[in-house]
């Protein structure tokens, strides 16, 4: 079974710059998230849908970031205009349903870098 | 409330012992307790969880202890190895709401010398 695939691995880019990952899930999981992972700390859920509908962005900062999951299979993540502060790892997972004890699977994760 | 709360932030071992890495929570609807494995460059996988209904649980080398009255729980690495060298975490997932979102700690780096 494929895992999560994510792309690009490395991102540099200027502040002020935009900039987008993609984000294709393990088949049929009908879950899926986006995690910030700054250096030194736990990831942080950005967005969390179901199929293609959100279920929680309620830690996504709605001014600069948005996301997409068209037909409810891959997913892109959109940073515009990008900070110094955004500068982490974007981890996306997917899951099969929404139970709480569902495994989240984790893809390799992009990272970011803001000069 | 929505805080886990991890220790230590690192630890060294020798090969064979045990290290022990602890974590606290507050929020009682809390129902999940996973932890995650990283390695550098990867990202995390799950290593083993446990419901709050029974106090341990063990997976090969890997047992998980949970204390419900003190709201902790902890991971324990039996005969550690070189390649246990990674980064943990631990996590809470809150059981009643229909979102499952993960709360982790802040991740504890362990290194296991040969």
């Known amino acids: 079974e494929a895992g999560v695939a994510q792309s690009p691995r490395y991102k540099i880019i200027e502040k002020r710059q935009s900039v987008a990952f993609w984000c294709n899930p393990i088949?049929?999981?009908?879950?899926l998230y986006w995690y910030q992972q700054i250096l030194g700390q736990g990831p942080k859920l950005l967005i969390q849908?179901?199929?293609?509908?959100?279920?929680?962005d309620s830690q996504l900062p709605k001014d600069r970031f948005s996301a997409e999951r068209l037909k409810g299979v891959d997913s892109t993540l959109k940073i515009q205009p990008a900070k110094l502060e955004d500068s982490a790892v974007y981890l996306c997972?997917?899951?099969?349903?929404?139970?709480?004890?569902?495994?989240?699977?984790f893809g390799p994760g992009t990272r970011l870098t803001v000069l | 409330q929505q805080q886990v709360k991890q220790s230590p932030q690192s630890l060294i071992v020798q090969k064979g012992g045990i290290p022990i890495i602890n974590c606290a929570y507050e929020?009682?609807?809390?129902?999940?307790f996973p932890w995650y494995q990283q390695f550098p460059g990867k990202g995390p996988a799950l290593l083993i969880a446990?419901?709050?209904?029974?106090s341990e649980k063990k997976e090969g080398r890997f047992t998980i202890s949970f204390n419900k009255s003190a709201k902790q729980f902890s991971l324990h690495i039996m005969d550690s190895q070189p390649g246990d060298s990674a980064t943990y975490f631990c996590?809470?997932?809150?059981?009643?709401?229909?979102?499952?979102?993960?709360?982790f700690g802040q991740g504890t780096t362990l290194q296991v010398k040969p």
């Open positions: 446990i419901r709050p209904d029974v």
């Open positions: 849908f179901q199929n293609n509908g959100v279920v929680d």
């Open positions: 997972a997917s899951s099969p349903r929404l139970l709480v004890t569902d495994t989240q699977y």
């Open positions: 929020n009682t609807a809390f129902d999940y």
């Open positions: 996590a809470a997932r809150h059981g009643s709401s229909n979102t499952g979102k993960l709360i």
């Open positions: 088949s049929g999981h009908a879950t």
